[in-house]
């Protein structure tokens, strides 16, 4: 019996050990299931991120290749940004000189309207004064031509 109990006891311990690889194992295949189901989730996100996102992402190949068109387009806009940038500060400095030579063409302006309101005002001046002289010399010639007649031909000798 003893001899039974001890082959028992071997069989016994056997099993123990048998069942403690088993559990181990059946902890390491519920941890790969784990990560199964999370890779399986982790995929379908790539999946749907094609039908969202328009691109054909299957492979970290062609995430790769995405990856360098969206830099490249990235590096084409920056240069359109930076070639547009630089016209328009272009632009802004020829607006300034602009705005500089419109200041200094409309001083010009204000000082050429000043001197015509003066040559204006002086020939108004100018032709008034003509009118008077004119009127002053017309009463003049009236006053001689009274004179005249009342002369006679003979008192105009000296």
């Known amino acids: 019996m003893r001899e039974t109990n001890g082959l028992l006891q071997e069989e016994l311990e056997g099993l123990q050990r048998k069942l403690g690889c088993q559990e181990k194992m059946q902890g390491t295949l519920v941890g790969l299931e784990l990560e199964n189901e999370r890779l399986l989730a982790k995929l379908q996100s790539w ?70 309101e003066t040559h204006e005002s002086l020939a108004w001046s100018l032709q008034k004064r003509v ?15 009274s004179y005249d007649s009342e002369l006679t031909p003979s008192e105009y000798l000296p």
């Open 131 to 145: 009118l008077l002289l004119t009127k002053k010399g017309d009463g003049i010639r009236a006053i001689l031509g």
């Open 47 to 116: 999946e749907r991120l094609d039908q969202t996102m328009g691109l054909s992402v299957r492979t970290p190949e062609d995430l790769s290749r995405c990856v360098v068109e969206l830099q490249q387009r990235e590096l084409a806009l920056k240069n359109k940004n930076s070639a547009t940038t630089s016209n328009a500060w272009g632009l802004g400095k020829a607006r300034q000189q602009l705005h500089e030579e419109l200041q200094q063409v409309g001083g010009q302006l204000l000082e050429e309207r000043k001197k015509c």
